[in-house]
């Protein structure tokens, strides 16, 4: 299929909910911990997978993708917010490094051309922290349960139930 | 610090180092990921008198693959160890190092940066290339290891209707078994299209389904190709560990 800009855009905005939910803490593995779900589109037939890593003894080295599985092709990696590990360019041929912390998303270039990698880097400053980046990842992908698996980072407001 | 003026000079000065842990510095040097990421690579002096190096990854390479592939299988491991191997390169927890001396520090950079390229490149063997060489291993494996049933590639069960194929026939006993490959969405479809018109065809035989993996089907392609199947393996590998016994247990009898 031919991606395009805007079927990339509602896959990362699709309302989704968590069908294989993560496990209560982080496995450790080697020297990085882990977790994964599953979901599913509330909207469309997709499904997504989530996965979240940190590095034990570099905890600003942490990463947290959403993997596209369509009905008929692989799954892709749709975005990745990383955290603050070291240099990124967006030209690897012509670098201009910069640091900091940064997503990484796929464009329909890549996916038309079979790119795994998502090339498309943008600076954040809506995150500094693991726990911070989790939190804006699931609002931003829309997962809608997230806040009952991840009680640790989403608070209720003392009187209306709010969740923030 | 000498070390360091000296790789400098051998990076042309294109390289500089941050203290990311005590002793331990990130070298900041223009090798990259396909994505953008700096390759991590990080120093650490071995000894009191800096002749010695340790270079590493600090577990970098095996978490950033564990995205998308994980090496969670004797053949995936075999293979991970025979890249190390190969490269001189060792493992300990994760941590992927060369000890080296000054000496021969930028060589052996340069080297284990080559490394890490191929480790990080180890999720091709499942996606891209495992992906579009379904049908070519399930086509090496049937004419190797099922080669004595005498199958039959591209059958066409009515012969008026070569719409509707199936990857082998084995016809070796009066009802026989056809064989047909699943890797996407639209492939289940027409493996379940087909069953169906070959029952309304009256025709005498028994389905065979090789899944490349299950997860790749929705419920409900998979619900349908069930219901009209008569034998499914989930994934290529189940086929390739039972497939043959299967094959014995049914044209045997």
């Known amino acids: 299929m031919d991606y395009t800009e805007a079927y990339i855009e509602s896959l990362i905005k699709c309302r ?35 996965f979240m890593r940190i590095h034990i003894d570099f905890q600003e080295n942490f990463s947290i993708g959403l993997l596209h599985q369509s009905l008929e092709g692989p799954k892709n990696i749709l975005l990745r917010f990383n955290g603050n590990h070291g240099q990124v360019v967006e030209d690897p041929i012509k670098p201009n490094p910069h640091f900091g912390y940064h997503i990484h998303k796929t464009t329909s270039d890549d996916l038309n051309n079979g790119f795994f990698e998502p090339k498309l880097i943008v600076s954040t400053s809506e995150y500094a922290s693991f726990k911070e980046a989790l939190k804006y990842f699931f609002n931003f992908v829309n997962i809608t349960d997230a806040y009952k698996h991840f009680r640790h980072i989403f608070k209720k407001k003392l009187f209306n139930n709010e969740i923030i | 610090m000498k ?5 400098k000079i051998q990076f042309n000065n294109r390289v500089s180092f941050q203290e990311k842990r ?8 223009p090798i990259y990921h396909e994505d953008g990421d700096m390759i991590d690579i990080f120093l650490e002096l071995t000894d009191g008198e800096g002749r010695n190096v340790r270079i590493s990854d600090q577990g970098m390479t095996l978490m950033r693959l564990s995205y998308s592939f994980d090496i969670d299988t004797p053949n995936k491991e075999k293979i ?33 940066a080559q490394v890490i390229g191929k480790i990080s490149n180890m999720r091709l063997y499942k996606r891209e290339v495992i992906h579009s060489l379904f049908f070519e291993m399930l086509e090496e ?5 099922l080669q004595k049933y005498k199958p039959i590639k591209k ?33 289940a479809k027409l493996a379940t299209i087909s069953c169906l018109k070959f029952v309304n065809e009256n025709i005498n035989f028994r389905s065979v389904i090789i899944l490349e993996n299950i997860d790749i089907l929705g ?13 499914e393996f989930p994934s290529f590998d189940d086929f390739k560990e039972n497939g043959k016994k299967y094959f014995e247990r049914e044209l045997q009898s």
Do not use: W
Request: net charge negative.
């Open chain 1, 16 to 50: 989704k909910a968590i069908v294989e939910p993560p496990t209560k803490e982080m496995k450790l593995e080697k020297k990085h911990k882990r977790n994964d779900m599953k979901l599913k589109s509330l909207d469309m037939d997709d499904q997504f997978y989530v």
């Open chain 2, 141 to 145: 494996f049937i004419e190797t290891e």
């Open chain 2, 3 to 7: 070390l360091f003026d000296e790789l």
């Open chain 2, 22 to 29: 005590p002793k331990i510095y990130q070298l900041l040097a």
């Open chain 2, 80 to 112: 991970f160890n025979r890249i190390l191997k190969e490269n001189h390169v060792s493992e300990e927890n994760g941590n992927l190092y060369i000890d080296t001396s000054i000496d021969s520090l930028y060589p052996a950079l340069m080297h284990f």
């Open chain 2, 155 to 187: 059958y066409y069960p009515v012969p008026e209707h070569e719409e509707y194929e199936v990857d082998y026939c084995f016809n070796s006993r009066p009802k026989p078994i056809f064989l047909l490959g699943v890797n996407s969405s639209s492939r």
């Open chain 2, 219 to 231: 419920k409900k392609d998979l619900a349908r190709l069930m219901s009209v199947s008569d034998k």
